[in-house]
């Protein structure tokens, strides 16, 4: 083997390594984007809690934007990302995106208020 033989192996050596490189680019990083949507998923969470009067679509419109709004950073968490084949960050993928619907569910239910109207007979009600 050649002087130019090991020069044009290390080149190529670090051609590869450079690649790999610019392949895990932005995996296990949190994108400024994905903080920015977690934050307005809050918001939205904050604006149906505080709201004294929910409608029935205001409590269906709040959660369903909350879900929207989360779901893309869920699916670009660190555990879904760094998956170590294509079907297991399927699986990964699909889990979070269940559990963001799942969470949001069950605050959608939490929050909304009930109302309960009884009925009055003839003789119950005020004179």
């Known amino acids: 083997m050649s002087r130019q033989d090991d020069r044009d192996h290390a080149v190529e ?9 610019a392949a895990d680019f932005g995996q296990g ?11 307005l998923s809050g918001v939205t969470a904050l604006a149906l809690y505080v709201t004294p009067s929910k409608t029935p679509s205001w409590a269906f419109l709040g959660p369903l934007c909350m879900a929207v709004l989360a779901v893309r950073p869920a699916m670009h968490l660190r555990w879904v990302t760094r998956a170590r084949s294509k079907k297991e960050r399927g699986v990964r993928s699909i889990t979070a995106v269940l559990a963001v619907i799942l969470l949001v569910t069950l605050y959608g239910w939490l929050v909304w208020t009930l109302q309960y109207r009884y009925a009055l007979h003839l003789p119950e009600l005020p004179a």
């Open 29 to 39: 990083r949190v994108e400024p984007r994905d903080i920015l949507l977690w934050c």
């Open 13 to 21: 050596l670090q051609r590869s390594r450079d690649a790999e490189k």
